[in-house]
């Protein structure tokens, strides 16, 4: 699976943005998509996650409440939607893909097979 983020920028503390991530090259039914954050000099941050067939999410705590995770199964897309962004949410936001979903919401990256490029998430206060 290709994976291809997009939809970052600069915004004001407050205000939202919304991320997309296109995957090609094979089908996601039955897998698990998901966005991870990195800011410089930490690991990556799990930030949330879609079971690709069922649509169930699961999010962190930091971003609960205020960032939304949602997939169109017919365009192959997954997008994620935050609202009331913080200057502690600026990062580079990478989706990935899980091929053959788990029981449980997978929250780490080993969990995940494929990686998109990442796109950069700066908050100004």
């Known amino acids: 699976v290709q994976l291809q983020a997009s939809g970052g920028g600069l915004v004001q503390a407050g205000g939202s943005l919304r991320l997309a991530c296109a995957a090609s090259?094979?089908?996601?039914?039955?897998?698990?998509m998901a966005w991870f954050r990195q800011a410089p000099g930490k690991e990556h941050e799990f930030v949330s996650t879609?079971?690709?067939?069922?649509?169930?999410?699961y999010y962190a705590n930091s971003v609960k409440g205020r960032f939304t995770i949602s997939r169109d199964n017919t365009r192959n897309l997954v997008y994620l939607h935050m609202n009331s962004l913080k200057p502690e949410d600026a990062a580079v936001y990478y989706c990935?893909?899980?091929?053959?979903?788990?029981?449980?919401?997978?929250?780490?990256?080993?969990?995940?097979?494929?990686w998109g490029q990442g796109t950069l998430v700066t908050v100004s206060s």
């Open positions: 090259g094979r089908t996601l039914s039955g897998g698990d």
């Open positions: 879609i079971k690709w067939n069922t649509g169930r999410t």
């Open positions: 990935a893909a899980r091929i053959g979903s788990l029981s449980i919401f997978a929250t780490t990256p080993d969990l995940y097979n494929n």
